[in-house]
């Protein structure tokens, strides 16, 4: 059974950092690429970074580029994703994928795993 399981979210302030962790089991951790996706209310469900197998690949949405910076440790089983001058903007649930039938991807329906997803909230 695949279980993505999220942690690190919770309450800062803009200009703020935090690290999401996203442990894997039940698979491969080497063979599954991993995106990282946020919701806020009434948005639909957005990527934000996304990382190949390897690592060798990434991608970003323009909104957080610069500033966010996905990264995996097949080793540990565990995508991350640091998060640094946080803008309230940002606040969103936020949730790990993986896919296994692709290499890496930003959109949604590419990933067949999903974390239940972790809360970032960023005051002004």
């Known amino acids: 059974q695949v279980q993505l399981t999220e942690s690190g979210g919770g309450l800062v302030q803009a200009g703020d950092s935090l690290r999401l962790s996203c442990a894997a089991s039940?698979?491969?951790?080497?063979?599954?690429?991993m995106g990282w996706f946020r919701q806020a209310p009434g948005q639909a469900r957005e990527c934000v970074a996304a990382?190949?197998?390897?690592?060798?690949?990434?991608w970003y949405a323009g909104s957080v580029k610069g500033r966010f910076t996905i990264s995996r440790d097949n080793a540990q089983n565990t995508a991350y994703l640091e998060m640094n001058t946080l803008k309230t903007e940002d606040t969103a649930v936020y949730y790990c994928?993986?896919?296994?039938?692709?290499?890496?991807?930003?959109?949604?329906?590419?990933?067949?795993?999903w974390g239940q997803g972790t809360q970032v909230t960023v005051s002004s």
């Open positions: 994928a993986a896919g296994d039938k692709i290499t890496h991807g930003n959109r949604e329906d590419l990933y067949d795993y």
């Open positions: 039940g698979l491969t951790f080497s063979r599954l690429a």
């Open positions: 990382i190949s197998w390897t690592g060798g690949s990434t």
